[in-house]
């Protein structure tokens, strides 16, 4: 059974322009989160999908957005990119997104901004 | 504002010592806690977790903690460690309000041991 797998692992982009992160949740899970970590900190929560649709978000601005795919899969598109966006990007999935299931982290998606 | 503090950024310690990794939050609500931890270029594991119960939560690893109310704290324990356990440790709190399901992590404790 794979586990959380995101892709790419490694991506440089430059000020200003788009990216695009996917991910693949564990098999029998629904829910996908999303998390930035810059470097030396804890992870901060992004939003959350299920069900198709955005259930709770953190403090991000609108460049940050999200998608769930029928098959649960999830992508994270950041626009107009900023220095401060170069971070380790972490998805994670559970069932039913209550705080009683696990969550199971991915490896992360490191995002290089030039 | 909800938040969750990890009082030592670096530990230090030898093989076969045991350590405490101190961890405090702040709520007036019931929340859940949790220990991750985080070996380098790998996404987060779940250590243990406390959602209601006892208070002392046994996880992987021989690792503990125990959930303490009136001081609000988390600190993690493991009473011998090994190099294997030479990682970065993450303390997170959820359950927020009613939230479903995000998670506030501390900023991290990097564990090393040595031998």
């Known amino acids: 059974d794979a586990g959380v797998t995101q892709s790419p692992t490694h991506l440089i982009k430059t000020r200003g322009q788009q990216v695009t992160l996917r991910c693949s949740p564990k098999s029998g899970h629904d829910t996908v989160s999303w998390y930035q970590q810059a470097l030396g900190q804890g992870p901060q929560f992004i939003f959350q999908y299920y069900e198709e649709e955005e259930r709770q978000r953190g403090n991000f601005p609108d460049r940050f957005s999200g998608h769930q795919f029928p098959n649960y899969s999830s992508e994270l598109n950041v626009n107009a990119l900023l220095l401060g966006d170069s971070a380790l990007y972490l998805c994670?999935?559970?069932?039913?997104?209550?705080?009683?299931?696990?969550?199971?982290f991915g490896p992360g998606t490191r995002l290089t901004v030039l | 504002a909800q938040s969750v503090t990890q009082l030592d950024s670096q530990v230090p310690v030898f093989e076969e010592a045991p350590v405490e990794l101190r961890c405090n939050y702040s709520?007036?609500?019931?929340?859940?806690l949790f220990w991750y931890v985080q070996y380098p270029n790998q996404g987060l594991q779940l250590l243990l977790k406390y959602l209601s119960g006892s208070t002392l939560v046994k996880g992987i690893n021989g690792f503990e903690a125990e959930f303490n109310k009136s001081q609000t704290s988390f600190h993690l324990r493991k009473p011998s460690v090994h190099i294997s356990d030479t990682a970065e440790y993450f303390c997170?709190?959820?359950?927020?309000?009613?939230?479903?399901?995000?998670?506030?992590f501390g900023k991290g404790t990097k564990l090393s041991v040595k031998p």
């Open positions: 994670a999935s559970s069932f039913g997104g209550s705080p009683y299931n696990e969550q199971f």
């Open positions: 997170a709190a959820g359950g927020y309000g009613g939230s479903q399901g995000n998670l506030i």
């Open positions: 709520s007036s609500v019931s929340v859940y």
